[in-house]
């Protein structure tokens, strides 16, 4: 099948001298990937449009014009276009205009100039590494640790963190959570155990000298009154007998608290649970954690 069979011609009089030969390109380039004519008849329209309207904002040379300024030529769009039209026209437009940088006939769109990255956020790049890889943590709970992190810091070095990490003391650390503690106890208890997570990192990583996680001290929690919630094994029996049935749900709702009762497993891994996880043969079966985490347990 020959390009000129599908490309629709374009009279010269509509698009600038420049663009013409690159727009014949990149249609031939679509037509030589093995797109449909429907297809390529309604990109077609679309790079036509954009062509004419390069010339009508008098870009009748690539002299001075860079993808930035293609970008702004692209928008607004034409009005009649629905929302499905307008997504269309975007990605085979963003095409071209990456066509026409790759072939050299425009510049690239000036880069920003890189920000050099302070030693603070260094640091909690490497944090959140460590917590995904070493401690497997879901991103919330990271994004969380980190601005943790970021948090102490601040609080003990000022403008100069992370400023040295050896310098930091228990006296420190006390006074930090003395001076956070109006979230209540589980927020105190929760900032005790980030500063924890935190020290354990600095000196796994070798950035502190001693495990300050150890200087981090506990805050108690009063011994509730109330009786100890949970079922005896007397009761998870009664429960377990009460769900068996010959129903396809019942057996279904029965395999599921067996395995809540057998191998501890929260609601949301045992939702997760597809048959293909269980290995029969082996006895086993593959649990699918928080974090991303994913086991492997004996099957009873």
Same mark, same amino acid.
């Given at each position: 099948?020959?390009?000129?069979?599908?490309?629709?011609?374009?009279?010269?009089?509509?698009?600038?001298?420049?663009?013409?030969?690159?727009?014949?390109?990149?249609?031939?380039?679509?037509?030589?990937?093995?797109?449909?004519?429907?297809?390529?008849?309604?990109?077609?329209?679309?790079?036509?449009?954009?062509?004419?309207?390069?010339?009508?904002?008098?870009?009748?040379?690539?002299?001075?014009? +860079?993808?930035?300024?293609?970008?702004?030529?692209?928008? $607004?769009? $034409?009005?009649?276009?629905?929302?499905?039209?307008?997504?269309?026209?975007?990605?085979?437009?963003?095409?071209?205009?990456?066509?026409?940088?790759?072939?050299?006939?425009?510049?690239?769109?000036?880069?920003?100039?890189? /920000?050099?990255?302070?030693?603070?956020?260094?640091?909690?790049?490497?944090?959140?590494?460590?917590?995904?890889?070493?401690?497997?943590?879901?991103?919330?709970?990271?994004?969380?640790?980190?601005?943790?992190?970021?948090?102490?810091?601040?609080?003990?070095?000022?403008?100069?963190?992370?400023?040295? @990490?050896?310098?930091?003391?228990?006296?420190?650390?006390?006074?930090?959570?003395?001076?956070?503690?109006?979230?209540?106890?589980?927020?105190?208890?929760?900032?005790? +155990?980030?500063?924890?997570?935190?020290?354990?990192?600095?000196?796994?990583?070798?950035?502190?000298?001693?495990?300050?996680?150890?200087?981090? $001290?506990?805050?108690?929690?009063?011994?509730?009154?109330?009786?100890?919630?949970?079922?005896?094994?007397?009761?998870?029996?009664?429960?377990?007998?009460?769900?068996?049935?010959?129903?396809?749900?019942?057996?279904?709702?029965?395999?599921?608290?067996?395995?809540?009762?057998?191998?501890? @497993?929260?609601?949301?891994?045992?939702?997760?649970?597809?048959?293909? +996880?269980?290995?029969?043969?082996?006895?086993?079966?593959?649990?699918?954690?928080?974090?991303?985490?994913?086991? /492997?347990?004996?099957?009873?």
């Amino acid at each position: 099948m020959h390009s000129n069979s599908i490309v629709i011609p374009l009279p010269r009089e509509q698009v600038p001298d420049w663009l013409l030969a690159l727009r014949n390109g990149f249609l031939a380039l679509l037509v030589s990937l093995g797109l449909k004519i429907t297809t390529i008849k309604n990109y077609t329209h679309a790079v036509d449009w954009f062509c004419a309207e390069v010339g009508r904002r008098g870009l009748m040379a690539p002299d001075g014009v +860079d993808e930035s300024a293609l970008v702004q030529v692209r928008d $607004p769009l $034409p009005a009649r276009l629905s929302v499905h039209g307008r997504r269309t026209w975007v990605s085979v437009l963003d095409r071209f205009i990456a066509f026409l940088v790759k072939e050299g006939a425009i510049a690239a769109a000036p880069q920003p100039p890189e /920000t050099m990255s302070t030693g603070l956020e260094t640091l909690c790049t490497d944090y959140g590494t460590w917590l995904r890889v070493q401690r497997g943590l879901a991103p919330t709970t990271v994004n969380r640790q980190q601005g943790r992190l970021r948090d102490f810091l601040a609080f003990r070095f000022g403008d100069a963190a992370p400023g040295d @990490l050896n310098a930091i003391t228990r006296a420190d650390i006390v006074a930090y959570l003395e001076a956070t503690g109006d979230t209540g106890l589980a927020g105190a208890r929760s900032k005790a +155990d980030s500063l924890r997570s935190m020290f354990r990192f600095l000196f796994a990583t070798g950035r502190i000298d001693q495990n300050l996680a150890l200087c981090v $001290p506990s805050i108690s929690q009063p011994r509730s009154s109330a009786p100890v919630r949970h079922l005896s094994r007397d009761e998870v029996e009664r429960i377990l007998a009460a769900a068996r049935g010959d129903s396809a749900m019942t057996r279904r709702d029965h395999a599921m608290l067996l395995t809540m009762a057998r191998l501890g @497993l929260r609601g949301q891994e045992i939702i997760a649970i597809r048959l293909e +996880d269980i290995d029969w043969q082996a006895g086993e079966i593959l649990v699918r954690g928080k974090g991303g985490q994913q086991a /492997t347990m004996p099957l009873p």
